[in-house]
């Protein structure tokens, strides 16, 4: 297997999927929000290895970087922008609004139209951009209609504050309804080889073109531990069981771009090196019907 330590665009490897047809991208990329503190809460544990995961994954060949304006709250943004600003021309730090973060593994949906307006323009602020090319709907508010949420969004979009719209944690009927409103460029749902219930939705980004980003990419960790169910199988391939299970994703969709997050280099390297995993048509599908839920 390649070695990552002497492979310093090793994400390329991963392939290149163009998020809303004009921002290509790395296909394995990084999910930013285990960078601050438990729960998504407070400042990192470490900072000095905060800041360098994100330049690591650069280096790396990461060129989709994902956050929200909840993790902190502010504190993920503002760590990014602090290690990577002026930002690389290929990289696309995308981030999420939309949900209210009042302490350590608490959440709550939040998508009035002014709250939406208030927490781009902070996230603007907080990464230094002029305009955010991917803005992801945290979580569609349950209170407020769809058609105002998504028309906020698209009210700034015409303003030139964002530029792709995309969503997280939706059903298939939800994907359907918010691109009658406006295209949707992306969607974000919780995904893994052994957690499959958002196939549906898969199915139809594969059908129309539309980035899919698994959250949870390795179980929350239960698939990385050494008594995971993949276990036998990477020992079969010689690699970890985190990089079967990211290379499985890879493999499972083109519109497939995983986003492993982590606060240490160490295993930022480990995901990374799952790009150079090679599996066959064979293989994805033992490992699918292994896991079978």
């Known amino acids: 297997m390649t070695d990552v330590h002497t492979t310093p665009d090793i994400a390329r490897l991963s392939g290149t999927f163009a998020i809303g047809g004009d921002l290509p991208v790395h296909r394995l990329g990084f999910g930013a929000m285990q960078l601050v ?46 290690a990577l600003h002026p930002y690389p021309e290929n990289l696309l730090v995308t981030t999420k609004v939309g949900m209210l973060h009042p302490g350590p593994g608490q959440w709550e949906a939040r998508g009035t139209p002014r709250h939406l307006k208030q927490q781009v323009e902070s996230s603007l602020r907080n990464l230094g951009l002029e305009r955010i090319d991917l803005l992801q709907l945290h979580w569609i508010d349950p209170e407020v ?8 969004l698209v009210e700034l979009r015409e303003q030139g504050k964002i530029h792709h719209i995309g969503l997280t944690g939706v059903t298939r009927e939800q994907l359907r309804s918010a691109r009658a409103i406006t295209p949707v460029a992306s969607v974000q749902n919780e995904y893994n080889p052994s957690l499959r219930r958002a196939d549906d939705v898969l199915e139809r980004c594969e059908s129309e073109g539309i980035a899919f980003l698994p959250w949870a990419p390795i179980a929350r960790g239960e698939l990385a531990r050494p008594d995971s169910p993949l276990a036998p199988l990477a020992a079969e391939h010689g690699v970890t069981p985190a990089q079967l299970a990211l290379a499985w994703l890879l493999h499972r969709s083109p519109v497939m771009l995983p986003i492993p997050g982590t606060s240490r280099v160490a295993h930022l390297e480990e995901n990374m090196a799952a790009a150079s995993v090679s599996l066959s048509e064979d293989e994805v599908e033992r490992i699918a019907k292994f896991l079978a839920v």
Not at 59 to 65: D, F, R
Not at 76 to 82: F, G, K, V
Not at 145 to 152: I, N
């Open 145 to 152: 209609p769809l058609s105002e949420q998504l028309g906020a």
């Open 37 to 82: 503190g438990e729960g998504a809460w407070g400042e990192p544990r470490d900072r000095d290895e905060a800041m360098a995961v994100l330049r690591r994954a650069v280096e790396l060949g990461v060129t989709l970087i994902d956050t929200a304006d909840s993790y902190g709250p502010e504190i993920n943004e503002l760590l990014i922008r602090e």
